[in-house]
């Protein structure tokens, strides 16, 4: 039986409901906040988040409102203490942010290319001051307003379109005249230099507005053209001549009687009368250019290269020409020592002029000078002479000369067959006297033999005769100590006698039997035994005994 009462059940009954709603409340602010609430951020882009507050004026989350032109300050968790734009940028995935509190911008990175650059403007921050228009810093670390003084090279950046406006560039050129201005990427060949022009001063390198006198070398530059602008002038030397026109026919130059080609009568070239009155023409060649640490001065003064040329190189030559020139007659400028030293004057006046305007002449020479065939022919006829003269004078001396050849070839040729035969001659000498030293050398040889074979034969003889008295006197002294030794024996038993005894009685045997028998004179009774002994020990005694030397 059920004890649960109605009131019980009831109870029951509630805390099921309020489970049921506060489980399905959840799934429900669940799939809310998935499907109302979820922001997702692809790749290659990011989102700009702003801050609103809440939709209604009872709803938690009220801030004060950021200042205008900063960013919402956010706490160190990156809530926001105001409402407006947030610094920070949100990166690909998956991102929540409350609906009606919250307003959310999907911008797609900024990409720049290879060969472009990224101009980069800042729209927040406070106004700068001292007629400044540039901004230094990185992306989301400026604080004033202005065109950034970094530029951006090739790559993807993540940049707030509300704090930043992007410009892409590549190379910008702007010309004024002969003169060509670069920024942007800024590409320098090889044989050229870039000079900088800096449009404000850079309070971090110091460097003040102006052009610079450090140049850039051959390479690839980022310039920010509202910082910087390059001049790219070529360094090293170039050629330029001045050239009078030629009259020409098919493209051949037409020559006149005395073979020089015709000149037109224009202006065209150095033109200027002598000193007596007749016009010359003349041609100039100049090979002048600048150093890299002349650059920056080229700019300065004159623009460009082609302004150099159009304001110095080219007026300077007329003007020296024509100035030193009117003043020689048109024979002087033909020959003589007085047409090399007009050359000479104005090579060298040329040189200081360049020197004193900072440029570097490396050659610079007249090359022609054109005067009127009517003062050129007789002076070439007269030379002509001169040359014929000099042919005949030369013609008689090689023929001298020849002469002089064959009869050197004829000596030449007697001297040869003298060697010849003093050679022969040289040679049976060198024979005979070859052949005589062989004899003389075998004859010493057999002389040599015999006197080592008779040296040979005395060694040999003697070696015999020291062999026998080596040997004799071996004998020698084997005698004297074998005497010695009998002499020594008898002197130790004082006579002859006694050694004789001893020996005879040493000869006896142990067991010999005496017996004592008396004869009378004439009979001879012994014992042969020992009688060798006895004998020999009397002939000692009678002996004389030898005496020592």
């Not at 150099?308 to 020139?325: D, M, T």
């Not at 005067?371 to 004078?393: G, H, M, Y």
């Not at 009688?531 to 002939?539: A, N, P, T």
């Amino acid at each position: 039986m059920s004890t649960d009462n109605p009131s019980s059940r009831f109870s029951r009954g509630l805390i099921a409901l309020g489970l049921s709603t506060l489980f399905l409340g959840a799934i429900g602010l669940e799939m809310f906040h998935w499907i109302f609430n979820r922001v997702y951020v692809p790749q290659g882009a990011s989102l700009v988040v702003r801050y609103k507050g809440p939709p209604l004026p009872f709803l938690p989350g009220r801030k004060p409102v950021a200042t205008a032109g900063q960013f919402a300050q956010v706490d160190a968790n990156g809530n926001p203490l105001e409402v407006g734009i947030l610094k920070e940028m949100r990166g690909p995935g998956r991102h929540f942010f409350w609906v009606g509190w919250w307003e959310t911008t999907l911008v797609t990175d900024t990409t720049i290319k290879p060969g472009e650059l990224a101009l980069v403007s800042s729209k927040m921050g406070n106004d700068l001051k001292d007629g400044q228009f540039l901004v230094d810093g990185e992306i989301d670390e400026t604080q004033e307003k202005g065109t950034l003084r970094k530029v951006f090279g090739p790559g993807t950046y993540r940049i707030n379109t509300y704090a930043y406006d992007v410009k892409i560039i590549q190379e910008e050129s702007i010309t004024s005249g002969l003169q060509t201005k670069h920024s942007g990427w800024v590409s320098i060949p090889t044989g050229y230099v870039g000079v900088v022009t800096n449009l404000t001063d850079n309070t971090l390198t110091q460097a003040k507005a102006g052009i610079q006198d450090n140049v850039l070398q051959p390479g690839l530059y980022p310039v920010n053209p509202r910082e910087q602008q390059i001049d790219i002038i070529g360094v090293g030397y170039a050629e330029k001549s001045v050239k009078s026109n030629l009259v020409s026919r098919d493209g051949v130059p037409v020559l006149d009687d005395s073979g020089e080609p015709t000149v037109m009568d224009d202006d065209a070239g150095i033109t200027f009368p002598s000193s007596d009155g007749f016009k010359i023409h003349m041609d100039f060649t100049a090979v002048w250019g600048i150093m890299p640490d002349q650059a920056p001065d080229v700019i300065r003064k004159f623009g460009n290269l082609e302004a150099v040329e159009a304001k110095v190189v080219i007026p300077q030559i007329e003007s020296l020409c024509r100035n030193k020139g009117s003043s020689l007659g048109a024979v002087d400028l033909l020959v003589g020592d007085t047409r090399r030293k007009f050359q000479d004057d104005v090579s060298d006046s040329f040189h200081k002029i360049l020197e004193d305007k900072d440029l570097t002449l490396l050659h610079g020479f007249v090359r022609n000078i054109h005067i009127p065939q009517e003062v050129r022919k007789p002076i070439q006829e007269s030379f002509l002479a001169d040359e014929l003269t000099l042919t005949r004078n030369q013609e008689q001396l090689t023929t001298l000369t020849e002469g002089q050849l064959r009869e050197a070839e004829k000596k030449v040729e007697l001297e040869e067959e003298r060697i010849k035969a003093e050679t022969m001659k040289l040679v049976a000498e060198a024979v005979a006297e070859g052949a005589k030293t062989a004899e003389e050398t075998k004859a010493e040889t057999a002389k040599q033999v015999a006197t080592v074979a008779r040296e040979t034969a005395e060694l040999d003889a003697q070696a015999t005769v020291t062999l026998g008295r080596a040997t004799a006197s071996v004998k020698q002294q084997s005698a004297e100590a074998k005497s010695e030794l009998f002499k020594l024996a008898v002197d130790a038993f004082g006579s002859g006698k006694a050694y004789n005894q001893w020996v005879f009685a040493t000869g006896l045997p142990e067991d010999i039997q005496l017996d004592l028998f008396y004869a009378g004179e004439g009979t001879l009774w012994t014992d042969l035994k020992g009688f060798s002994d006895v004998m020999l020990g009397r002939e000692t005694q009678q002996r004389p005994m030898p005496t020592r030397k």
